[in-house]
């Protein structure tokens, strides 16, 4: 993820006066001596004095004139430190100023509203600098920025505010991935405009600035203006992106990293607290706080999902009152959700009342692998907290999920709502994913009755299908009623002859079969045994995975079930013997974290029988990702991911969690292949799609999460070639989103008629300009650094182009389904036919926790209960014996007499502690007179050892 940091503070006026030696630090002055030897690199080309002070608040002026004696006796430059462009055209800026003049200027200033465009926020932190006069024609512009294939130097011999269209005036000098760039190149091709004096400091410069760019994983960093006078070089203004997710690897170099918020919105103590928890989880845990009075409140569960919704509530007009924005994703357990909802219903209920009340949104798609129930009972523990508040402020919670464990889930938040006292509704699969938007904002009517579709149970028998199968069948062979897309369908010059194996002049072979075998590198028993799940209601003759890497144990064999039968995995503890041993496996399922996610997968590559690798793990640094990319290209390996869930081909083979437990693949019809191919980069609303396009159309034959992460291993066009090479798929369906450029090669494609099947897109992501400030979305690639990459400018391409494209994702489903009809109308399409599938047993500890099934316990107590989130004592929760301060007579009155005894007897208990309670060593001598008297010892012995451990004590 890029976090963005000043590194010289951004963007100052023409007069370009103010000026310092490059700083390495990363956030101020806490950091420079941690940033110490980067600067030495830099610095020998550098001007002479890096002498800088930071103001805020609480700043003391005589603590700082004693702490930095130059500021009595240096003209000085004085402006905020907050993240502000163009500070020098908003009057921001101060030059050639007296200690005393800063003064007066800083405190004119200090704690004042400041409107920036559309954000409005207060100034708080100022930097001074030394005043460093120069002549105009000594400045110069300098930006590195990172993309997928290459990092671009950009240098223009003119600088400052004025310098206009950069990209169009700057000289370019790309350094391909892997490979780096001499101080001759950077003189050749991009200082054909400086004078032969400087040539040889300047290209010195930029190329330590360079080796320093890629040593501390910056992604993005700009000088504008960079003086060049005629002994030294200065660095008036420098702005920088750093990748956030790199810290594992450069923290010794980086030290501590504040990222500052965008200006316009507080940094608040729960935002960090959530933040705190997210680095130490392997799930993944975001709140941002867009309006601290806001009357719309969200919890949603899912990256690709948390935008989805406030696309929706922000196309309702809700943006104004949209208070905040987060996710919680990768399957956290019932107290990290409990700390989550505790956080978001405590900013809640801690503003303002509302006269209209409040609402709280507890949305999602439908999870590949979290268990809903679990994190449903976190939810509900931190409402019961809040039961008398949220009644105060009159809050209404509308929920909708589905995934593993849902049914139990929402089973128990419908319970809980009978008896919270404030509006409560849930919802499952069968309603639209946004459609609680609309009723939350009274939008569309709230159901009084839902039917539900499917339930967990009913894959034990194939005729739990047959409703289901009816329905799909109607839909199938119904009429067009719904238009046909407008009307008519936009064919892009489509005939199935054109559904060749080559596309751009390339043989393009099917990424996965029914014969696919895949090694999966991690202990991931629960997503193995998924996949086994899937070979067998597929009817599969063999298991796709055939064996397992785990460097951490030595070779031995897992045991799996294969349908009714046993069988057992092998499990290597190096990747060599794996692949040795299976010749016939081509697929990498990867899930190796993020730190060790590049070795293995760099590992792999030098094995010529795999073609794919799918790596599961979010938050790999953007550059080890490109280098990836890189050498996977050369070898003709196709990447799927990182930050993936996978991909699912029905009917062949499918990566780890993908689809979900069983019902939801039998409810998705994953079991067979259908008409329609899908690519999305969001694992989670993968599986949304998958319930979209069932219901819409005859069901998915393909679908594709390349991933959230900046970069890809695949792109979109990647899979829509493959896609459109395929004559069994008819219909395509792109779920993009904002951040990045690849849909814009979707669109390209369109035009020159290298698609011609009909596409079906969006991107989501929309809410982003309603914003005042910017934010950071649950995807690491999931933010615009260009109005081109924001999603209205890409839908807007995409529609141009000639793709079916919705008003929002609320129509998403219709519009599918109107270009599916359309197809089958036209005969394009004949729907499939639907075969029951084999009836699959489910697991006894998931049937457990179902509820379908009971077992005499094997050991049974009804004093202490250990086994579940939280200890119970006779049944009461420990959190319930803190919180109502039973004391230790109220303990024994549970544990011994297994209920809660009146006051007065727990007094009395607890004064018999204090009168018998002997720390000495008469106890310890007791007990172990005891003790050997139990074990079979004679009388004299026991006694002796218990007299001798007093004499020893």
Same mark, same amino acid.
């Given at each position: 993820?890029?976090?963005?940091?000043?590194?010289?503070?951004?963007?100052?006026?023409?007069?370009? !006066?103010?000026?310092?030696?490059?700083?390495?630090?990363?956030?101020?002055?806490?950091?420079?001596?941690?940033?110490?030897?980067?600067?030495?690199?830099?610095?020998?080309?550098?001007?002479?004095?890096?002498?800088?002070?930071?103001?805020?608040?609480?700043?003391?002026?005589?603590?700082?004139?004693?702490?930095?004696?130059?500021?009595?006796?240096?003209?000085?430059?004085?402006?905020?430190?907050?993240?502000?462009?163009?500070?020098?055209?908003?009057?921001?800026?101060?030059?050639?100023?007296?200690?005393?003049?800063?003064?007066?200027?800083?405190?004119?200033?200090?704690?004042?509203?400041?409107?920036?465009?559309?954000?409005?926020?207060?100034?708080?932190?100022?930097?001074?600098?030394?005043?460093?006069?120069?002549?105009?024609?000594?400045?110069?512009?300098?930006?590195?920025?990172?993309?997928? #294939?290459?990092?671009?130097?950009?240098?223009?011999?003119?600088?400052?505010?004025?310098?206009?269209?950069?990209?169009?005036?700057?000289?370019?000098?790309?350094?391909?991935?892997?490979?780096?760039?001499?101080?001759?190149?950077?003189?050749?091709?991009?200082?054909?405009?400086?004078?032969?004096?400087?040539?040889?400091?300047?290209?010195?410069?930029?190329?330590?600035?360079?080796?320093?760019?890629?040593?501390?994983?910056?992604?993005?960093?700009?000088?504008?203006?960079?003086?060049?006078?005629?002994?030294?070089?200065?660095?008036?203004?420098?702005?920088?992106?750093?990748?956030?997710?790199?810290?594992?690897?450069?923290?010794?170099?980086?030290?501590?990293?504040?990222?500052?918020?965008?200006?316009?919105?507080?940094? !608040?103590?729960?935002?960090?607290?959530?933040?705190?928890?997210?680095?130490?989880?392997?799930?993944?845990?975001?709140?941002?706080?867009?309006?601290?009075?806001?009357?719309?409140?969200?919890?949603?569960?899912?990256?690709?999902?948390?935008?989805?919704?406030?696309?929706?509530?922000?196309?309702?007009?809700?943006?104004?009152?949209?208070?905040? !924005?987060?996710?919680?994703?990768?399957?956290?357990?019932?107290?990290?959700?409990?700390?989550?909802?505790?956080?978001?219903?405590?900013?809640?209920?801690?503003?303002?009342?509302?006269?209209?009340?409040?609402?709280?949104?507890?949305?999602?798609?439908?999870?590949?692998? #979290?268990?809903?129930?679990?994190?449903?009972?976190?939810?509900?523990?931190?409402?019961?907290?809040?039961?008398?508040?949220?009644?105060?402020?009159?809050?209404?919670?509308?929920?909708?999920?589905?995934?593993?464990?849902?049914?139990?889930?929402?089973?128990?938040?419908?319970?809980?709502?009978?008896?919270?006292?404030?509006?409560?509704?849930?919802?499952?699969?069968?309603?639209?994913?946004?459609?609680?938007?609309?009723?939350?904002?009274?939008?569309?009517?709230?159901?009084?009755?839902?039917?539900?579709?499917?339930? #967990?149970?009913?894959?034990?028998?194939?005729?739990?299908?047959?409703?289901?199968?009816?329905?799909?069948?109607?839909?199938?062979?119904?009429?067009?009623?719904?238009?046909?897309?407008?009307?008519?369908?936009?064919?892009?010059?489509?005939?199935?002859?054109?559904?060749?194996?080559?596309?751009?002049?390339?043989?393009?072979?099917?990424?996965?079969?029914?014969?696919?075998?895949?090694?999966?590198?991690? &202990?991931?028993?629960?997503?193995?045994?998924?996949?086994?799940?899937?070979?067998?209601?597929?009817?599969?003759?063999?298991?796709?995975?055939?064996?397992?890497?785990?460097?951490?144990?030595?070779?031995?064999?897992?045991?799996?079930?294969?349908?009714?039968?046993?069988?057992?995995?092998?499990?290597?503890?190096?990747?060599?013997?794996?692949?040795?041993?299976?010749?016939?496996?081509?697929?990498?399922?990867?899930?190796?974290?993020?730190?060790?996610?590049?070795?293995?997968?760099?590992?792999?590559?030098?094995?010529?029988?795999?073609?794919?690798?799918?790596?599961?793990?979010?938050?790999?640094?953007?550059?080890?990702?490109?280098?990836?990319?890189?050498?996977?290209?050369?070898?003709?390996?196709?990447?799927?991911?990182?930050?993936?869930?996978?991909?699912?081909?029905?009917?062949?083979?499918?990566?780890?969690?993908?689809?979900?437990?069983?019902?939801?693949?039998?409810?998705?019809?994953?079991?067979?292949?259908?008409?329609?191919?899908?690519?999305?980069?969001?694992?989670?609303?993968?599986?949304?799609?998958?319930?979209?396009?069932?219901?819409?159309?005859?069901?998915?034959?393909?679908?594709?999460?390349?991933?959230?992460?900046?970069?890809?291993?695949?792109?979109?066009?990647?899979?829509?070639?493959?896609?459109?090479?395929?004559?069994?798929?008819?219909?395509?369906?792109?779920?993009?989103?904002?951040?990045?450029?690849?849909?814009?090669?979707?669109?390209?494609?369109?035009?020159?008629?290298?698609?011609?099947?009909?596409?079906?897109?969006?991107?989501?992501?929309?809410?982003?300009?309603?914003?005042?400030?910017?934010?950071?979305?649950?995807?690491?690639?999931?933010?615009?650094?260009?109005?081109?990459?924001?999603?209205?400018?890409?839908?807007?391409?995409?529609?141009?182009?000639?793709?079916?494209?919705?008003?929002?994702?609320?129509?998403?489903?219709?519009?599918?389904?109107?270009?599916?009809?359309?197809?089958?109308?036209?005969?394009?399409?004949?729907?499939?036919?639907?075969?029951?599938?084999?009836?699959?047993?489910?697991?006894?500890?998931?049937?457990?926790?179902?509820?379908?099934?009971?077992?005499?316990?094997?050991?049974?107590?009804?004093?202490?209960?250990?086994?579940?989130?939280?200890?119970?004592?006779?049944?009461?929760?420990?959190?319930?014996?803190?919180?109502?301060?039973?004391?230790?007579?109220?303990?024994?009155?549970?544990?011994?007499?297994?209920?809660?005894?009146?006051?007065?007897?727990?007094?009395?208990?607890?004064?018999?502690? &204090?009168?018998?309670?002997?720390?000495?060593?008469?106890?310890?001598?007791?007990?172990?007179?005891?003790?050997?008297?139990?074990?079979?010892?004679?009388?004299?012995?026991?006694?002796?050892?218990?007299?001798?451990?007093?004499?020893?004590?």
């Amino acid at each position: 993820m890029r976090r963005l940091v000043h590194l010289a503070r951004a963007l100052n006026c023409k007069e370009r !006066y103010d000026g310092t030696k490059l700083k390495l630090n990363l956030t101020g002055s806490a950091s420079l001596r941690q940033q110490r030897e980067y600067e030495d690199s830099l610095n020998k080309n550098v001007g002479k004095s890096d002498s800088f002070a930071s103001v805020n608040e609480d700043t003391k002026w005589g603590d700082l004139l004693a702490a930095n004696p130059w500021l009595e006796t240096t003209p000085l430059v004085v402006k905020p430190d907050q993240l502000i462009k163009r500070r020098g055209k908003l009057g921001l800026i101060a030059v050639n100023k007296n200690i005393q003049q800063v003064k007066e200027w800083v405190d004119a200033r200090m704690g004042k509203d400041q409107k920036i465009g559309a954000a409005v926020g207060k100034l708080r932190n100022f930097i001074i600098e030394p005043f460093v006069p120069h002549k105009d024609n000594e400045e110069a512009y300098v930006c590195i920025y990172s993309h997928r #294939t290459a990092d671009t130097i950009l240098f223009y011999h003119q600088g400052g505010v004025d310098i206009g269209d950069v990209d169009s005036k700057a000289l370019k000098l790309d350094v391909p991935i892997g490979q780096n760039v001499t101080a001759a190149e950077i003189t050749s091709k991009l200082l054909v405009n400086v004078t032969d004096d400087k040539k040889q400091r300047i290209a010195n410069f930029i190329y330590a600035l360079y080796q320093s760019y890629v040593d501390l994983y910056f992604t993005y960093l700009e000088i504008n203006p960079l003086v060049v006078t005629a002994d030294s070089i200065y660095v008036l203004d420098l702005a920088a992106k750093l990748d956030s997710t790199a810290d594992f690897v450069c923290r010794p170099k980086w030290g501590e990293i504040d990222y500052p918020p965008p200006f316009g919105r507080d940094a !608040y103590p729960e935002e960090a607290y959530i933040a705190d928890l997210d680095a130490k989880s392997g799930a993944s845990l975001k709140l941002t706080i867009l309006n601290r009075n806001g009357r719309i409140w969200t919890m949603v569960a899912g990256g690709g999902a948390s935008v989805i919704y406030s696309d929706t509530i922000c196309d309702l007009g809700g943006a104004s009152e949209l208070a905040n !924005y987060g996710e919680y994703s990768g399957a956290p357990s019932e107290q990290q959700t409990y700390e989550y909802a505790k956080t978001i219903l405590n900013l809640m209920t801690s503003s303002p009342k509302h006269p209209q009340g409040k609402i709280l949104i507890t949305g999602g798609g439908i999870a590949n692998f #979290t268990n809903v129930a679990a994190t449903f009972r976190g939810i509900i523990t931190a409402l019961r907290e809040f039961q008398p508040r949220l009644v105060e402020h009159n809050v209404s919670i509308f929920v909708r999920r589905a995934g593993p464990n849902y049914q139990e889930g929402l089973r128990k938040m419908r319970e809980f709502g009978s008896s919270l006292g404030i509006p409560l509704y849930v919802f499952g699969p069968e309603t639209h994913m946004t459609a609680i938007c609309g009723m939350a904002l009274g939008r569309r009517p709230i159901p009084q009755a839902c039917n539900v579709e499917f339930a #967990t149970a009913n894959f034990l028998l194939p005729g739990g299908q047959e409703q289901q199968d009816q329905k799909s069948d109607a839909a199938s062979s119904g009429d067009s009623s719904r238009g046909g897309a407008n009307g008519a369908l936009k064919s892009h010059g489509f005939n199935d002859a054109q559904s060749s194996s080559a596309v751009d002049g390339r043989s393009v072979q099917k990424m996965f079969t029914n014969r696919t075998k895949a090694i999966v590198w991690g &202990m991931q028993t629960r997503a193995v045994q998924s996949m086994l799940d899937f070979d067998f209601i597929c009817r599969r003759e063999e298991p796709s995975v055939v064996a397992m890497v785990y460097p951490f144990t030595g070779d031995h064999k897992q045991k799996y079930y294969w349908g009714h039968k046993e069988i057992l995995l092998p499990v290597y503890k190096k990747m060599q013997d794996a692949i040795n041993k299976h010749k016939e496996a081509d697929v990498l399922v990867n899930f190796a974290s993020l730190r060790s996610a590049y070795e293995s997968t760099l590992e792999v590559l030098d094995y010529p029988q795999i073609r794919t690798v799918a790596i599961i793990a979010e938050g790999i640094p953007e550059n080890m990702t490109r280098k990836m990319i890189v050498a996977a290209q050369a070898k003709g390996v196709s990447i799927i991911g990182p930050a993936t869930v996978g991909g699912v081909k029905p009917g062949c083979f499918k990566i780890g969690n993908t689809g979900g437990m069983l019902d939801n693949i039998l409810h998705s019809k994953l079991y067979r292949p259908g008409s329609v191919a899908y690519v999305s980069r969001s694992g989670g609303m993968s599986n949304e799609l998958n319930n979209i396009i069932s219901k819409a159309t005859d069901g998915v034959v393909e679908g594709v999460a390349i991933g959230g992460d900046r970069y890809p291993g695949t792109t979109f066009m990647d899979h829509i070639l493959r896609y459109q090479a395929d004559p069994d798929i008819k219909l395509i369906v792109l779920l993009g989103e904002v951040g990045g450029v690849e849909e814009y090669e979707v669109c390209e494609a369109l035009k020159d008629n290298r698609i011609t099947k009909p596409l079906v897109a969006w991107c989501i992501g929309t809410c982003a300009g309603m914003f005042t400030s910017e934010v950071q979305f649950g995807h690491a690639g999931s933010c615009a650094n260009s109005d081109r990459e924001t999603a209205a400018a890409k839908n807007k391409a995409l529609r141009e182009a000639g793709a079916y494209v919705p008003e929002s994702f609320d129509t998403l489903g219709d519009l599918i389904g109107s270009v599916y009809q359309e197809l089958v109308k036209t005969g394009r399409i004949v729907p499939v036919k639907e075969v029951p599938p084999p009836t699959v047993p489910m697991d006894y500890s998931w049937a457990r926790e179902l509820g379908l099934i009971r077992k005499p316990a094997s050991f049974m107590t009804s004093i202490c209960d250990e086994r579940g989130q939280e200890l119970m004592y006779a049944g009461m929760p420990i959190s319930d014996v803190l919180n109502k301060n039973v004391g230790i007579g109220g303990v024994i009155s549970l544990l011994w007499f297994q209920r809660s005894l009146p006051p007065y007897v727990c007094k009395f208990f607890e004064m018999c502690l &204090m009168v018998t309670a002997d720390h000495g060593p008469a106890v310890s001598g007791a007990h172990n007179t005891i003790v050997c008297a139990r074990a079979g010892k004679d009388l004299v012995s026991s006694v002796v050892s218990g007299l001798l451990t007093i004499v020893s004590i």
